[in-house]
Nanobody, 126 residues
Framework: VQLQASGGGLVQAGDSLRLSCAASGRSFTSYAIGWFRQAPGKEREFVAAIDWSGSSPYSADSVKGRFTISRDNAKNTVYLEMSSLKPEDTAVYYC????????????????????WGQGTQVTVSS
């Protein structure tokens, strides 16, 4: 499966932004999708993930209540709705796909994902 992340940009603190991860190739519903981010000088970290059906979203504590992950299987797309953005949310955001059937906390680990998209830059100014 090929993944294309988009929707990043420059926003102000408190603003909202929606990222999209469009998939092509093999059956989209065979994959759970995760979002990760990497800030300058920091390691990549888990943001959120969603299973193939969209019934079990899972997110990191740092974004709970502010970020929402969802998917539209008819459009082969996963979304990351980000609200109340903070300067510390500034990072390159990546989407990734895994065919593994994982329990929720395992979605946090990069090595569980087989496919990665290119990143999209999100910059939040104070």
């Amino acid at each position: 499966v090929q993944l294309q992340a988009s929707g990043g940009g420059l926003v102000q603190a408190g603003d909202s932004l929606r990222l999209s991860c469009a998939a092509s190739g093999r059956s989209f519903t065979s994959y759970a999708i995760g979002w990760f981010r990497q800030a300058p000088g920091k390691e990549r970290e888990f943001v959120a993930a969603i299973d193939w059906s969209g019934s079990s979203p899972y997110s990191a504590d740092s974004v709970k209540g502010r970020f929402t992950i969802s998917r539209d299987n008819a459009k082969n797309t996963v979304y990351l709705e980000m609200s109340s953005l903070k300067p510390e949310d500034t990072a390159v955001y990546y989407c990734a796909a895994t065919s593994l059937d994982l329990t929720t906390h395992l979605y946090e680990y990069e090595y569980m994902y087989q496919y990665w998209g290119q990143g999209t830059q999100v910059t939040v100014s104070s």
